[in-house]
């Protein structure tokens, strides 16, 4: 699959070949340019029956069902579904943020992880996959593609995405929302530190443009637990001013603001229908891609 | 707040320990990259008042744990009162302990008095504070005696209940003589008293001087006043005014005048039982008492023929003092009243004769003998009470026999001769006759003691209308009893140990004065100079306690208080005999309606001098003073604990959904 054999630190082919058992499934319709396994918005040539419809003319002759038309005197037509495969846009924050990390890895290299593997997953299963790297603007961007070649230039990409710059993923998302086909599978790779108000309007946007959104929101345990037991001054890692803060004086108000996020995050993606996975970086990314497939195959066939 | 180790309070800068522990832990902070900044600019943003105000409660409290720890080995006392000490051990510590009956009264409910509850007060407290050196100045002899330990006041006779007043001035005195004879050093005087104004004699004028002299010592000298200032209206004094005992057809009768005393102004009407006990032989009679003073006049109770002389005692039932419960008297036949005139000018000697030959009661026998200087060794000096002397000053041998009557207790009254000469008696003498051209009338004169004394209804005697026209001049230093309009003395009275030397300077001679024709002045001194001269004659006396002068050797107790050494006899009331005499002691009279000092008059005493007050109760259990740094200990455990509580981070419900 993979045509050279050099190690990328983010890839673990243990990992990879125990995932690939898992299809990747889509929430919702997608729109392909061939059959694949996913479920299309049109009806097609699959096994699968999906209505009778009365004839007209110049439906395809071969088409018509003649045991209906003995039965009722009537010509209807009958129709199956259409399978076909899916687009999926990866979406890896690359701002200064992501370059945190207290457990021995960073968020940058735990989204490496993520979205390595489903890349590998897609193409494996005959998807396209492309890359946008978005910090203050999109630093990279791949189309989407689903030749073997091409996984391996985003996996390049990944590789070489450098954490650096401040947030801007709102307009990013915005943007990407209108430059994205209709009907792709978008996966989001950040610590979405933004005004959950206004991720809630980017989820929307991307929303009604039909894509099928998943949210992968990395959290460092620290930045959770904020246990500090000396004053810290803490240096803005994409540029902003540096706070000195007393930290058995702050934690509680921290705590309160982080609870605070966290809740107004939630309400957002219940209300957007967001597949949102709060992830801790210090837990394992393949028992997290695994849930998060086996999440994805119940959900399948929504039409 | 007084402590037992001061010194240890040098440690309490250390209660900034956790402020500097806290400004250094701040400068070593920690640098770090951070990327959640949006809920640290949130957090900052908000009300940090309670955090705020938690690290300030933390870092109060960890000074409090330090406070605590520091006060608590300082081993503060703590009192009803703050200030007790100015820190650390005295050196020597001057006990000033009031026996006058007073302090007798009990507490409300109680048994024990003022005096024992204010010595076990002092024991504790003394006990707990230390000293170097322990002196007792008590009210009966004000002389210093040094103590082994605050303990030997609860068993020393000599801090024992008397029936003689305190004399606070002289005490003091006694107590500025021992401080400046021994040169101590840091020293407290702690005063035990009840604050009666007999005791402590507030207008005297040594206070001023006390209040000088204490001022100058530069050891430093602190007083503590133990206050036990409560009154009790309803506590019943009796005295005895007079006795006499006089035949009757059928034998001999006694006549007992007796006034009951108490401070209350109400008229309830209460019914007294007054026992009289002569010589065991005990009556009872009752009686109703409207008001504050209850008189009885001349109760008869009957003797026998043959019992001449003998004493009584006269008491109420048991109230809240019992020190004035009971009065002793003794009683024999009436003295012989005899006076000797000394001089040969008629119209002095016949005025002087009529006023001291002429009895106010017919059952007095009185006379009054004229004789010259030169038959004074052929007088019965043992029977002579007055001795009136219109003469030179006497010297020589005449002076001898004149001082040794004094000092028995007889009464002289002087008046100038025609021709003063420099001839001097008790640093006294006649200066000679002043003219004046105009008679003059007394200005002042002394109502209220002495010769010239108000009556007993309290109506002044009418010296006013005196006419002075020759007087003569005086030198020597005597208190004046009434004085001339232009400052010359009239009358003038001798300080002496016992006896009276009066000098008056005019004579009865109509072309002197009009002491003759105006006589009911000269006639009522004349008669009180003698009765006080009969008192040292008689069978019996009647004593004031702590006044006798008397050598105690002879003396035996009849009746009274039991406990009391045969040393102190004087000092307590009670029947004594001596020498076939009869002394009945009692307490003084300004003891039964002594009101306590007013907080002015007593802050006015001791202005300018280091005092602190305390107010206690008869019968109080309450230690005045004690340790409490076990209260220290305890505040510092609570504050640890507190503190800790603070620390403790809060309980994050939430941490378990964001993870």
Redo the contacts between chains.
């Keep these: 699959m993979i045509p050279d054999r050099r190690r990328r630190s983010f890839l673990d082919p243990l990992a990879l070949s125990r995932l690939s058992g898992l299809p990747l499934f889509a929430r919702r319709p997608m729109l392909g340019s061939v059959s694949g396994r996913h479920a299309s918005p049109h009806r097609g040539a699959s096994v699968e029956f999906a209505e009778y419809r009365k004839y007209v003319p110049g439906d395809d002759l071969r088409r018509l069902d003649w045991r209906a038309y003995g039965r009722s005197d009537r010509f209807y037509v009958k129709e199956f579904e259409a399978d076909t495969n899916l687009r999926c846009c990866i979406v890896l924050d690359t701002s200064?943020?992501?370059?945190?990390g207290t457990t021995g890895t960073t968020?940058i290299e735990y989204a490496r992880q993520i979205a390595g593997a489903l890349s590998y997953l897609a193409v494996q299963q005959g998807d396209a996959v492309g890359l946008s790297c978005v910090a203050k603007g999109v630093v990279t961007s791949i189309p989407p593609r689903r030749n073997p070649g091409h996984l391996l230039h985003v996996l390049d990409a990944i590789e070489h995405a450098q954490p650096r710059g401040e947030t801007q993923l709102v307009p990013v998302l915005h943007e990407l929302a209108e430059t994205i086909r209709q009907r792709a599978l978008i996966v989001i790779i950040s610590?979405f530190?933004v005004e959950p108000e206004e991720l809630r309007g980017c989820f929307e946007h991307l929303r009604f443009r039909k894509h099928d959104v998943t949210a992968f929101h990395l959290?460092?345990?620290l930045?959770?637990?904020f246990n500090f037991l000396?004053?810290?001054?803490?240096?803005?890692?994409?540029g902003?001013a540096a706070?000195?803060?007393?930290p058995?004086?702050?934690?509680?108000?921290?705590?309160?603001?982080?609870?605070?996020?966290?809740e107004d995050l939630r309400q957002v993606v219940l209300r957007t229908a967001i597949d949102y996975h709060r992830i801790?970086i210090d837990e394992d990314y393949e028992k997290v891609l695994m849930q998060f497939l086996v999440g994805r195959s119940r959900g399948k066939g929504v039409r | 707040m007084s402590f037992l180790q001061p010194l240890m309070l040098a440690a309490l800068p250390l209660i900034s320990l956790p402020i500097i522990i806290h400004l250094i832990n701040q400068r070593r902070f920690q640098t770090m990259q951070w990327a959640a900044m949006m809920f640290l600019l949130a957090a900052n943003r908000m009300s940090r008042g309670y955090a705020k105000l938690r690290q300030w409660l933390i870092l109060l409290f960890r000074a409090l744990v330090i406070a605590g720890l520091v006060f608590a080995i300082s081993r503060p006392l703590a009192s009803g009162w703050l200030g007790i000490t100015a820190g650390g051990r005295a050196d020597t510590t001057i006990i000033l302990l009031d026996r006058s009956p007073s302090m007798q009264q009990q507490g409300a409910g109680g048994v024990v008095s003022k005096l024992a509850t204010g010595r076990e007060q002092l024991v504790r407290a003394l006990n707990t504070l230390g000293s170097s050196r322990w002196v007792l100045i008590e009210s009966t002899t004000n002389s210093p005696n040094e103590l082994e330990s605050p303990d030997a006041l609860l068993r020393l006779p000599s801090a024992e209940l008397t029936s003689a007043a305190a004399d606070l001035p002289a005490m003091l005195q006694s107590a500025r003589e021992y401080i400046e004879a021994n040169q101590t050093g840091r020293t407290e005087i702690w005063i035990c008293s009840d604050l009666r104004e007999n005791d402590w004699n507030a207008a005297s004028g040594r206070w001023k001087s006390l209040r000088d002299e204490f001022v100058q010592f530069t050891q430093g000298v602190r007083f503590h006043l133990l206050a036990y200032s409560q009154t009790a209206p309803d506590n019943l004094a009796i005295r005895v005014t007079d006795v006499k005992r006089q035949t009757t057809g059928e034998g001999a009768e006694l006549l007992v005048s007796l006034v009951m005393t108490r401070q209350t102004d109400t008229d309830d009407i209460v019914s007294v039982p007054i026992a009289f006990e002569i010589e065991g032989a005990r009556s009872v009679l009752n009686v109703e008492m409207v008001g504050p003073t209850y008189e009885l006049k001349d109760h008869q109770i009957g003797l026998e023929q043959g019992h001449e002389i003998g004493w009584g005692r006269v008491s109420v039932p048991a109230d809240a003092n019992s020190a004035d419960n009971d009065f002793y008297f003794a009683f024999s036949k009436p003295t012989a009243r005899r006076t000797i005139i000394v001089a040969d000018e008629p119209t002095v000697v016949r005025p002087l004769q009529l006023a001291a030959g002429i009895s106010p009661d017919p059952t007095f026998e009185h006379g009054a003998e004229v004789l010259t200087s030169e038959q004074l060794a052929t007088v019965e000096w043992e029977k002579i009470a007055l001795v009136l002397w219109h003469d030179s000053l006497p010297e020589g041998p005449a002076a001898d026999l004149v001082r040794a009557f004094i000092d028995r207790g007889g009464q002289i009254v002087y008046f100038p001769p025609r021709d003063p000469d420099r001839s001097e008696f008790a640093d006294m003498s006649w200066n000679g006759w002043a003219e004046t051209t105009a008679e003059l009338a007394v200005e002042t004169w002394r109502g209220d003691q002495d010769l010239l004394a108000n009556t007993l209804s309290g109506a002044s005697l009418p010296v006013g209308q005196l006419k002075i026209r020759r007087h003569c001049e005086l030198t020597g230093e005597a208190t004046v009893l009434a004085s001339l309009s232009g400052g010359d003395p009239l009358l003038v009275r001798v300080s002496t140990d016992r006896g009276g030397i009066y000098l008056c300077t005019t004579t009865p001679a109509a072309s002197d004065s009009s002491l003759a024709r105006d006589g009911v002045v000269l006639y009522v001194a004349v008669q009180r100079a003698l009765a006080a001269g009969v008192e040292t004659l008689g069978d019996t006396q009647q004593l004031v306690a702590g006044d006798s002068q008397q050598q105690t050797d002879p003396w035996q107790r009849l009746a009274g208080a039991e406990a009391a050494l045969s040393t102190d006899y004087p000092y307590h009331s009670g029947v004594y005999s001596s020498d076939n005499r009869l002394l009945a002691v009692n307490r003084p009279a300004a003891e039964d309606l002594a009101k306590p000092l007013e907080d002015a008059q007593l802050a006015e005493l001791f202005q300018g001098l280091d005092m602190v007050r305390v107010d206690d109760r008869a019968g109080s259990i309450d230690a005045l003073i004690q340790e409490i740094w076990r209260l220290f200990l305890a505040t510092m455990m609570v504050a640890m604990v507190v503190e800790a509580a603070l620390c403790l981070p809060k309980l994050r419900r939430a941490e378990g959904a964001a993870a």
């Design positions: 200064g943020s992501m370059n945190f968020k610590d530190f959290l460092d345990p930045e959770v637990g000396r004053p810290m001054r803490f240096l803005d890692m994409e902003g706070v000195f803060a007393e058995n004086e702050i934690a509680d108000r921290y705590h309160k603001a982080l609870q605070g996020y966290l801790s």
